[in-house]
């Protein structure tokens, strides 16, 4: 990988070629559908080193969850409060540009048919607005209007109407500002929103899980600050989990657990797992699925999110951990999420379903339009494009009729992967370089193969207006490769 460019608020992205082409793209393909690929003696794919990290740190602090605030009577009034300053992550104090003064923004949880009112209070020197990942609300107006700007010093109110058949799971919130994205990002500015109504597809004997939300971040601190500028993702990094580093969480043999992994951070990818578990797909990206899935572990590339349910083993001492991971661009080593312990008394280990939600399937419904769409980077000039060309907010690049079904091919003809990410309306994967795709659920995030393709099929539903697709490497998006939907 370059360095990034002097004076720039992006990261030069260079493609670097890997070792094998073919066994990463098979692997990708594997791990997006669901399988599981060769591990380890160490429960890695390979034998690469553990990560090093930019501080110390704290390690094996009790786990504990982002504060969270809860609706009630149909409405959750939130106030987040945009600013640069000094928080406190695994032990380490830094600067940071964060929501409400922590590093890991307050975790909302609403119910369908919710109203979330949300005053944003800008204290930045920068301009800033709002997302909400994965919400099918309206893009316009003051609701998920990721073309509003909301200006150094001024409040802004955001609303979103959460239909009463709004899809249960996990989502999370960031900032959309372009230019700034990734630095609002990788400061700390990103929570989770949890949408209630999972466990009314689980067994009456699951319905009261613990459940544990496992937000992915990491940070970096040069002069005791996070950098703003010229941030580069290869570099050492610490990871945390809910703003802690490895720390030390429970659970009784036999017991089930619903966890809710979420990579809300600005650019790098994970592939988490469970030594010695699987987990237990229930959700995909808010989406639950039609049919439970299994896997040994599962890539999170930066926006994307799993409920899984996991099922304790014998007693002992885990560790949830991110693989090493060749991303073609960067390459991330092994590391300790956190330390799972085992213990206590011993639970009759429950059934776990095959069966889940009912399926919205779209390959068997009748395509209105078909699309071609292509990724392409410039690396000397730190350059991306959709279609060869960067982003223009005053230009519509796809125009599309309010409720038809389209089906999209995305081709990614660089040596690095891009997760694709539309925003308002999620799709269902159709094929992966040409060879069917088994989905389970909707998504709103999917990795583009190196060379390679994904088909998506998407219906527009509900709603008009203008709207994003991007890479959702944010450094990415930030340099161009986002692009405009105009539903009619």
Not at 173 to 197: A, C, K, R
Not at 409 to 433: C, G, K, M
Request: proline share 7%; net charge negative; hydrophobic share 40%.
């Amino acid at each position: 990988m370059h360095p990034p460019v002097a004076g720039s608020s992006r990261e030069v992205w260079a493609s670097r070629g890997l070792a094998s082409v073919g066994a990463a793209l098979i692997a990708i393909v594997l791990l997006v559908a669901g399988c599981s690929t060769p591990r380890g003696d160490d429960g890695g794919p390979n034998t690469t080193p553990a990560a090093s990290t930019t501080a110390p740190g704290n390690t094996g602090q009790p786990f504990a969850q982002p504060q969270e605030l809860r609706s009630a009577n149909g409405v959750l009034r939130v106030t987040l409060t945009a600013e640069e300053r000094e928080v406190t992550i695994a032990g380490v104090t830094v600067r940071g540009r964060v929501f409400n003064g922590s590093f890991v923004a307050p975790t909302l949880r609403l119910q369908p048919g919710d109203r979330l009112e949300v005053t944003l209070v800008n204290k930045l020197p920068q301009m800033t607005n709002l997302h909400t990942h994965g919400f099918h609300v309206s893009p316009q107006a003051n609701s998920d209007n990721v073309f509003r700007m909301v200006d150094p010093g001024a409040t802004a109110t955001y609303v979103y109407e959460l239909s009463r058949d709004f899809s249960p799971g996990t989502y999370w919130y960031h900032p959309h500002m372009h230019g700034e994205v990734e630095s609002q990002i990788f400061g700390g500015m990103s929570g989770v929103i949890i949408v209630e109504g999972l466990p009314r597809y689980l067994p009456a004997g699951l319905r009261d899980v613990e459940e544990r939300t496992i937000s992915l971040k990491d940070f970096q601190h040069k002069d005791g600050a996070i950098p703003a500028r010229n941030i580069d993702s290869d570099a050492p990094t610490t990871r945390v989990v809910n703003g802690l580093r490895n720390p030390a969480m429970t659970i009784r043999p036999g017991e089930t657990q619903l966890w809710r992994l979420a990579n809300i951070g600005a650019d790098i990818w994970y592939q988490v797992a469970l030594q010695q578990h699987r987990f237990h797909i229930i959700a995909e990206d808010a989406n639950p699925v039609s049919r439970v899935w299994a896997a040994d572990s599962l890539v999170l590339p930066p926006g994307k999110r799993y409920d899984v349910l996991v099922q304790a083993g014998p007693a002992g001492q885990v560790a949830l951990e991110t693989q090493a991971f060749d991303q073609g661009g960067d390459q991330y080593p092994r590391a300790t999420l956190a330390t799972v312990q085992v213990a206590g008394a011993q639970v009759e280990p429950a059934d776990l379903p095959v069966e889940f939600a009912p399926a919205d399937d779209l390959s068997t419904v009748t395509v209105d339009r078909r699309r071609t769409l292509v990724f392409t980077e410039e690396d000397k000039a730190n350059k991306f494009f959709i279609d060869g060309k960067q982003f223009n907010p005053n230009r519509i690049d796809q125009l599309v009729g309010l409720n038809g079904v389209e089906e999209w091919t995305i081709r990614n003809q660089t040596s690095e992967l891009h997760p694709f990410h539309i925003h308002v309306n999620d799709f269902q994967v159709q094929s992966v370089n040409q060879q069917p795709f088994r989905a389970r659920s909707w998504a709103d995030v999917v990795p583009l193969p190196i060379k390679g393709e994904v088909v998506v099929r998407m219906r527009f539903r509900n709603f008009t207006g203008k709207y994003v697709y991007h890479c959702h490497i944010v450094a990415h998006e930030d340099l161009g490769m986002m692009a405009v939907v105009d539903v009619t």
